[in-house]
């Protein structure tokens, strides 16, 4: 079983901020033995997006993204997704209920831009996200599964825990994999 890693974010690829996303999600896919094909990051641009998913929708059976979800206009990610899966947007009732419940707990106006976060592709079985607003999002296309997460990395790391690791323990069969690590003394690396 093979999974490709997309982050996305203009600010990863200008050194704003580092991934460490992918080394996270990479160690507990491994954990149950799911190997990394590739990891990569990619700009918030449409072509991008669609170019990226696609080819690894080629050769990988579980591809994951993160980024690219928030509420401000450079977050195309959930659009590109609905074109890629042929998908109409719609409002996830429970997801606009808690982000509005959120933004009243915190004091905020619940304006256009939260209520754009429970707008998601009709296609996809969402993801409860109850540590921010941007829900996870889970597709399925030809036996492939593309989850799409939020870049925050402990929004991502709980709907990893919480949702996609159960379902992909669910959705595949899964061998078991071992890695071993030699730590040796005295010898160079190239010996």
């Given at each position: 079983?093979r999974a ?6 203009d600010e ?167 890695h071993r ?11």
């Open positions: 079983m490709d890693i997309i982050t996305i974010g990863i690829l200008i050194g704003q901020i580092i991934d460490t996303n992918s080394a996270w999600i990479a160690a507990r896919l491994g954990e149950i033995g799911v190997s990394i094909r590739r990891k990569y990051s990619i700009g918030d641009r449409r072509e991008e997006i669609i170019d990226a998913v696609e080819e690894s929708m080629t050769k990988a059976e579980i591809t994951i993204i993160t980024g690219g979800l928030g509420p401000t206009k450079d977050d195309i990610t959930k659009r590109v997704l609905a074109e890629i899966f042929h998908s109409s947007m719609v409002c996830h009732t429970e997801t606009y209920e808690r982000v509005e419940r959120m933004m009243a707990a915190r004091g905020i106006a619940f304006n256009d831009l939260n209520k754009g976060q429970a707008m998601v592709p009709e296609c996809c079985t969402v993801l409860a996200n109850h540590k921010g607003t941007a829900p996870g999002m889970w597709f399925e296309r030809d036996g492939r599964v593309v989850v799409s997460l939020p870049g925050v990395p402990f929004e991502m790391e709980a709907l990893m825990t919480e949702s996609v690791l159960p379902r992909i323990k669910e959705h595949f069969a899964l061998a078991s994999v071992v690590t030699a730590i040796t003394y005295g010898l160079a690396e190239s010996m």
